[in-house]
């Protein structure tokens, strides 16, 4: 079966939006990624100013490079002037030789800082236009004695109120406390479809800086200083003003780091040995093997690479608060995902009211809405109009049936909310009676006798179709059943094969009871489920998991998911959600979809393939590049070693500048794969190791020999060594 490529450049709609709008404002061609010609342009100063060597003190492997790159250009002006002279027989010690070697050391340098400019110019981009939606606007800032001042949005502070009308921008992050209005999206999530926000819900109630009211108004609380918003961070991010180096990366530049010292040594220790054997090596063929066997490729992509990572993540519209966040998404192995709005649509409904027997349609009918009527959730509005128009055809059918519909609040006294611990919620009328709704053994364990066994079979029948039954009672007799439905996401089914070729297991976690999680998790395809899941319970699974040697990712919006998405190695946070759970994360997903995390598994898995493809690459080819210097510099002492030569060089030094402009070629060849990523295909790891083996390994030993030739068949008839 062939395998799935995850696309992991597309990015949201904001992005195709923002190119589209690129492409007609300007009548340019179409984009043309990493090849366009702007951002080329842009990378070639900011590449110079990196060659600095403080700046490139954080490279080990490149810094070795510039350094042996100003030693051989102060022994070549030593050498023009006149100051010293090559020894009897010194391979390479000519001004032209020289001029060559120190020309291509210095570009090995440049095309490395130039690979991190443009990868880091490719974020600039994306950050200039972020911060076209990032402007000064006008706020209504709510004093202490009620009026209303007008400031800047940068004069805000969290913890101030402000009023925003129809037609407004928000002019900070905050959450809704009052009022109920429709605000458009567009500039976060590229969806022009305006999102509804009221106050007191975990999904609704947070708004962004930059968006606008084009309903009714709402007073918000701001709750993100200037310079700390979202929309700052993910400036932030996507320049890479605040990158710091992963732990993955700091222990591959040690490695290498290791490596350099090693082959410093190595190299080192031939100078004594051509001393011995009448073959002098100068310093210049030295330095040239140095760098042709140091891993210079990974040392000088390794930083775009990271880069090229985060940029990835942030075409998505998800904020990753660190590079680290990024790559223990691509080890994660379980995932955690709520079933309502991840594994269904989310909008679950209620479809039909079921009296049980000894009690009256009528009478399930009205202890539903009066449970609901100060529900604002979804359900609860979808179970008072479902009862609201099923009592007005009762009324509407004849004489006994024509008692007026209740009113909201007409009889309350008490409203009973909802909590994870009861799992019901409801009313407690002026008489004193006790009127709730929820799930099916918490209204059974409040009853004053046993549960009749229709309640069990009707809930059961329902559970069994997928849908989620909630019982209602009435002091201590249950009254009715009330069927929520839902719809499963279409596709998932094979997205969740494809994380399971992977090697990562699924688990959905609801809050539904056992029959109905079952069902639902079946038709969905996860691996395994958690029924009646209460926020104890999830973190409970993820200590487990992780106690186990599993790495977790888990998506969140409300407060009760704060603390299992800091518990998760990886937590994705819901831009919509509440502020707890954002700030628990690390990462925010702007357009708020739950299923994102796949592919942000995905980017996390290609980050770290790219990094090992292109590590082995590196290391295997400097077994050509053994093939080419070494018997270039001993082939006069020792004719024998000629037989070495098996691409056929023609002089030693055509030899030594044929691998040495190879390495600095190989940097800039490899460019567009470091900052596009290793195609990734939803495939277990023991079938990717082999594949990027064999494509990366035993191609990184052919590739050398055959640009090695072609560049010494070059250089030889141009007369160049």
Not at 492 to 520: C, H, Q, S, Y
Request: proline share 5%; hydrophobic share 45%; glycine share 8%.
């Amino acid at each position: 079966m062939a395998l799935s490529i995850v696309d992991t450049a597309r990015g949201t709609r904001r992005v195709a939006r923002e190119a589209r709008q690129a492409q007609a404002g300007s009548g340019a061609p179409r984009n043309r990624g990493i090849f366009d010609p702007k951002l080329l342009r842009g990378a070639l100063v900011p590449a110079i100013r990196k060659m600095h060597p403080l700046s490139l003190a954080r490279n080990p492997v490149m810094f070795v490079v510039e350094v042996t790159a100003a030693l051989v250009t102060v022994i070549l002006a030593s050498d023009f002037i006149g100051v010293t002279k090559a020894a009897t027989g010194e391979v390479g010690r000519g001004t032209g030789f020289e001029l060559q070697i120190a020309i291509w050391l210095w570009f090995t340098v440049y095309f490395a800082t130039y690979a991190e400019a443009l990868a880091e110019a490719r974020g600039k981009a994306q950050a200039a236009t972020l911060r076209k939606t990032r402007s000064e606007t006008a706020a209504h800032r709510r004093c202490d004695d009620g009026t209303i001042e007008e400031v800047g949005s940068s004069a805000l502070r969290s913890g101030d109120i402000v009023v925003v009308r129809e037609g407004e921008t928000i002019p900070g992050d905050g959450d809704v406390i009052e009022g109920i209005a429709y605000v458009n999206e567009a500039v976060i999530t590229g969806e022009s479809a305006p999102v509804l926000k009221e106050p007191g819900t975990d999904i609704r109630s947070s708004v962004t800086g930059g968006t606008t009211v084009t309903s009714d108004t709402l007073t918000i609380s701001i709750t993100a200083n200037p310079g700390e918003t979202f929309l700052d961070r993910m400036i932030a991010l996507v320049e890479g003003a605040k990158r710091q180096r992963t732990p993955n990366e700091i222990a591959l530049s040690i490695l290498l780091s290791g490596l350099t010292i090693v082959f410093l040594l190595a190299t080192a220790t031939l100078r004594p040995f051509g001393l011995y054997a009448n073959a002098p090596l100068g310093i210049v063929v030295l330095v040239a093997l140095l760098v042709c066997l140091i891993p210079t490729t990974i040392g000088g992509l390794l930083s775009a690479i990271g880069i090229a990572g985060m940029d990835r993540v942030a075409r998505f519209n998800v904020l990753a608060m660190s590079g680290r966040a990024v790559e223990a998404a691509g080890d994660v192995d379980v995932i955690l995902l709520d079933k309502t709005g991840t594994i269904t649509f989310g909008n679950r409904l209620a479809s039909r009211i079921v009296a049980l027997p000894g009690a009256t349609e009528r009478e399930a009918l009205d202890a539903a809405l009066l449970t609901s009527l100060e529900d604002e959730t979804p359900e609860g509005k979808s179970i008072v109009e479902l009862a609201r128009t099923r009592l007005g055809e009762i009324a509407a059918e004849g004489p006994g049936a024509t008692a007026t519909i209740p009113a909201p609040g007409s009889t309350v006294a008490t409203v009973v909310p909802f909590s994870a611990e009861s799992r019901t919620s409801g009313v407690i009328l002026e008489d004193g009676t006790v009127v709730l709704k929820g799930a099916v053994d918490a209204i059974v364990a409040a009853l004053d006798t046993a549960a009749p066994p229709e309640l069990q079979t009707l809930s059961d029948e329902i559970a069994s179709l997928g849908a989620t039954p909630l019982a209602i009672r009435r002091n201590g007799k249950p009254l009715g059943v009330i069927e929520l439905k839902d719809t499963v996401k279409p596709g998932l089914k094979e997205r969740f094969a494809e994380l399971r070729r992977m090697g990562i297991r699924t688990v959905m976690v609801t809050g539904d009871n056992p029959l109905t999680a079952k069902t639902i998790a079946a038709e969905a395809g996860v691996d395994d489920f958690m029924a009646q899941a209460k926020p104890e319970d999830k973190i409970a699974r993820i200590r487990a998991e992780q106690a186990d040697g599993h790495l977790v990712a888990m998506t969140g919006d409300g407060t009760n998911d704060a603390p299992a998405v800091a518990q998760a190695d990886v937590g994705l946070a819901m831009n919509s959600g509440t502020s707890a759970c954002k700030e628990a994360a690390n990462m925010v997903d702007l357009d708020s979809d739950p299923t994102k995390l796949i592919e942000v598994i995905a980017i996390g898995k290609q980050l770290l393939i790219t990094r090992g493809a292109i590590t082995t690459f590196s290391i295997a080819n400097d077994v050509a590049k053994y093939f080419a210097i070494l018997p270039a510099m001993f082939v006069v002492p020792y004719p024998e070693l000629n037989s070495l030569n098996v691409m056929g060089l023609a002089r030693p030094e055509s030899a030594i500048l044929s691998a040495v402009i190879f390495n600095a070629l190989v940097i800039i060849a490899l460019v567009p794969l470091s900052l596009r990523g290793v195609a990734y295909r939803a495939a277990p790891a023991a079938d990717l190791l082999r594949r990027n083996l064999l494509i990366y390994g035993v191609g990184g030993i052919f590739a050398p020999f055959i640009g090695i030739k072609a560049i010494d068949v070059l250089i030889t008839a141009i007369h160049l060594a």
